[in-house]
């Protein structure tokens, strides 16, 4: 079943004493205990010159990244032929000498992290500034890539101004000038390049009661004032101004079949398909740990196949692993690698995936770090170190599992 996976947990736990991340008494990474231990040498947190080799679930006589695959040999996610995107910030490209060309080596497809959401974009009534986030469309045609446009309408990063409305005919009509506006300028300035949009993002929520959770929609403006057709109605407008774009709901914690907020979006969405809304597929944000729950993989792939049902596309649209939760030494890098495998590949083997988005391309620059690692009122040392390349964007382990998924390795 899982040897591969049970060997690297029980060496780890021999290693530290367990498995919590505030334990001080683990081996950091790549010392001389961990290899002696482990038997893996130099087992670094980036960069690694070995891997452990897991058999793949599609053909056991192959096996993913053996032990002794050097880490710099010139592969890349866009070479796989899979549509596998980042979440990328207009400065940071004007900033890092490494980050841009780290994204056009590895990555075919971007979404703009901040730059074109509506606080952004349309900071003051009817006044727009498309500056950062055209840098971002003209860096990604520039590089052979498409674009995700994250995200139309979303009650979050609203400017105050959007807030304040009143009436129902005051949101109706900035909420249709924002997307026309937006989806006109791309359509026509970027012909072809941004191929999909997050047309709403995280409209529901979850309300707990004493029998439990219950989904319900968000209060912002746009229900306040427009109720639950606003939906409908900003899927309505994106379509009728450009008919070629992949239209998709976005949203987090509905990415298993069970839970009340999951049940809430895939009902959500069924009846948006079932009244003829022009709804072409769901992102699963999967901002997720290390452990394979969660949703696990088997769950993510049954929520998959329900969507696929009706007919639409799907997309993991943000994910990253945080460490928080186990820590960055030799056990939590391999369980972060074995998480994306196995999520990934859940996506990627279904007829219906369209695409695969990281939020993020270093861990330095991971939106995660603005929080840290907590337990309770305690911040721990350690870090949240989500995604496949490390502060220097060197390769972690986290890269190869993503890589094998993409090349049609899933971890046994």
């Known amino acids: 079943m899982m040897r591969s ?10 290693m530290s004493g367990g498995l919590g ?23 670094q947190p980036e960069e690694p010159a070995q891997l452990i080799s897991y058999e793949c679930r599609q053909d056991p006589a192959r096996k993913s990244t053996p032990p002794g695959a050097v880490a710099s040999e010139a592969q890349s996610f866009r070479e796989t032929g899979r549509t596998v995107g980042a979440a990328v910030a207009a400065w940071r490209l004007a900033e890092d000498e490494q980050y841009g060309p780290t994204i056009a080596a590895q ?3 971007l979404t703009a992290e901040n730059e074109m959401k509506w606080e952004s974009i349309e900071p003051e009534p009817g006044v727009f500034d498309f500056t950062a986030a055209d840098a971002l469309v003209t860096f990604a045609q520039q590089n052979g890539m498409k674009v995700r446009g994250h995200t139309l309408v979303w009650h979050s990063q609203l400017p105050t101004w959007v807030d304040e409305l009143t009436g129902a005919d005051a949101v ?20 072809g390049v941004v191929v999909a949009w997050d047309v709403v993002n995280e409209a529901l929520n979850v309300q707990q009661g004493p029998m439990g959770g219950t989904a ?14 606003f939906i409908a109605e900003a899927f309505q407008i994106a379509s009728a101004t450009d008919p070629d774009a992949l239209l998709f709901y976005n949203d987090f914690g509905v990415e298993g079949v069970n839970g009340a907020k999951s049940t809430g979006t895939f009902d959500m969405v069924s009846g948006l398909v079932a009244a003829g809304v022009p709804i072409h597929g769901m992102g699963f944000q999967m901002h997720t740990g290390p452990l394979d729950q969660g949703p696990g993989a ?3 792939a049954a929520n998959i196949a329900r969507y696929a ?6 997309e993991i649209t943000e994910m990253d692993v945080s460490l928080c939760a186990i820590g960055g030494n030799v056990l939590g890098q391999e369980l972060q690698r074995y998480r994306y495998n196995r999520i990934l590949t859940a996506c990627l083997e279904s007829p ?12 330095a620059n991971s939106w995660l770090n603005d929080n840290g690692c907590t337990q309770g009122m305690i911040t721990l040392e350690t870090q949240p170190a989500p995604l496949a390349f490390g502060d220097t964007y060197a390769r972690k382990p986290a890269w190869w599992g993503i890589y094998d998924a993409l090349t049609g390795c899933e971890y046994q």
């Open 5 to 14: 996976r049970l060997w690297v947990m029980g060496l780890a736990a021999s």
């Open 21 to 43: 991340c505030g334990d001080e008494d683990r081996a950091p990474a790549g010392s001389e205990s961990s290899g002696a231990q482990t038997g893996v040498e130099s087992l």
């Open 107 to 109: 990555f075919n497809q």
């Open 172 to 191: 109706r009509a900035a909420l249709t000038n924002h997307i026309q506006t937006v989806v006109a300028h791309y359509r026509d300035n970027f012909p």
């Open 216 to 229: 319900i929609f968000r209060d912002s403006v746009f229900y306040r004032e427009l109720g639950e057709g």
């Open 298 to 300: 088997a769950d993510f």
């Open 309 to 314: 049902g009706l007919g639409l596309q799907v």
């Open 352 to 363: 219906a995936c369209r695409s695969v988005t990281l939020w993020g391309v270093g861990d």
